[in-house]
């Protein structure tokens, strides 16, 4: 069957570092996304990888291992804002996005 | 407004009544999509469409009926709501990005089943 996995919850403290890891098993695989989500509101775009290596983007990067099913997302420098949801989320071979249920990521002063 | 808007924002129904939550985008994108979202589960897909008049199930469709009479609108019904249909409801339409086909999302539609 197909499958993501993360982590449910993580606390990280403000000015940290953070990364969040995602596991995947999919059939096929043409990419991995990443996306935020505030509560309360709608998933918004954070990444997409699909060549292995990381990929940086300000304070967040984000990074793929194919042969290992693997990707985390990095996060610099957290403010109280990165206070969220990250939803991992692979491309299949019918390229359908397969969720992960989410880490929310509390972020304390 | 330009983007994807999403009525009502909140509802709550009685068990075996008919619902329909609205879309409406307005970057005439041909992919749309609609998805629930469930504690303890990922997003999971009811239906999409990549063109006026061409829908296909996804992953959890019983229960649910879509029609895509024009490229702008996609409303989802649920023709006789049960309490397991409680959920929030995210419409979302593709853009490509960078090689990507990246989703964007309405604001949700928080359906109630009582």
């Known amino acids: 069957g197909q499958n993501i996995d993360q982590p449910t919850e993580m606390t990280a403290t403000e000015g940290a570092i953070v990364q969040i890891n995602c596991t995947y098993q999919t059939s096929g695989f043409n990419g991995l996304f990443w996306y935020q989500q505030h509560a309360g509101e709608a998933p918004t775009f954070l990444s997409y990888n699909v060549l292995d290596g990381l990929e940086e983007k300000g304070r967040f990067s984000s990074f793929l291992s194919r042969s290992k099913g693997y990707s985390y997302l990095l996060l610099k420098e957290l403010q109280m804002k990165d206070s969220a949801s990250y939803l991992c989320a692979s491309v299949d071979s019918n390229y359908q996005l397969i969720w992960g249920a989410g880490t929310k990521l509390i972020i304390k002063p | 407004d330009a983007g994807i808007t999403q009525s009502p924002r909140y509802k709550i129904t009685e068990t075996g009544r008919q619902v329909t939550l609205m879309c409406h985008q307005t970057?005439?994108?041909?992919?749309m999509f609609w998805y629930r979202q469930d504690l303890g589960h990922g997003l999971r897909l009811i239906y999409y469409s990549a063109a006026a008049d061409i829908t296909d199930k996804g992953e959890v469709p019983d229960g649910y009926v879509v029609s895509r009479s024009k490229t702008e609108n996609f409303p989802l019904t649920l023709e006789s709501a049960t309490r397991s249909q409680t959920s929030v409801y995210f419409c979302a339409s593709s853009l490509k990005v960078d090689g990507a086909n990246v989703l964007t999302f309405g604001a949700g539609s928080r359906l109630t089943v009582l």
């Open positions: 970057w005439s994108h041909s992919y």
